[in-house]
């Protein structure tokens, strides 16, 4: 007499462990070098959001700096270009006026708008520290620029009493 044992079935039915041996092994090396490029991408384009935050901070602050000195376009452009300065921003000689296309980085233009109001300029650049693989250009450039109206003291009360 026979007997009819069932017969077990392993998961993927009856494929042996050494079917797929390397496939993990496989897939990681293909999807090192993608990986590896966007994480390089990351890292550089956090680089320049971080340096463009930092020229626009300066620009507010300059332009800031600049408004209370106008109509006094001088008084207001050395003040501008001084607090440019002390953010990290020292003005190079090349561009005087906007728009501009600077060769030497950082620029600092200081332009009058208005009779109260001031317009300043930086233009700087973004340094590609791992995508240089990726990216063509040695060097990302950033402009950001702040506008700011003095505004005379309003008279408070009533004119009549």
């Known amino acids: ?37 966007f994480a390089a991408l990351a890292v550089d384009v956090g680089g320049w959001y971080a340096q463009a935050t930092k020229a626009q901070r300066a620009a507010d602050s300059a332009a800031l700096a600049a408004v209370v000195h106008m109509p006094n376009e001088t008084k207001a452009t050395l003040a501008a270009l001084e607090v440019a300065a002390s953010n990290g921003f020292v ?12 060769t030497t980085f950082p620029q600092v233009v200081v332009s009058r708008i208005g009779n109260e109001q001031v317009r300043v300029d930086i233009y700087t650049q973004g340094e590609v520290y791992f995508g240089g693989v990726v990216v063509d ?3 990302i450039s950033i402009h950001r620029f702040a ?3 003095y505004v005379f003291p309003v008279p408070m009360g009533n004119p009549t009493s």
């Open 137 to 139: 250009s040695d060097d």
């Open 91 to 102: 003005d190079q000689p090349g561009c005087e006026s906007v728009p501009c296309t600077p």
């Open 147 to 149: 506008a700011a109206q």
């Open 1 to 37: 007499m026979t007997s009819r044992e069932p017969k077990l079935v392993s998961w993927p039915f009856d494929r042996s462990a050494d079917d797929e041996a390397g496939y993990v092994l496989a897939t990681t090396a293909l999807l090192l070098i993608p990986l590896m490029i």
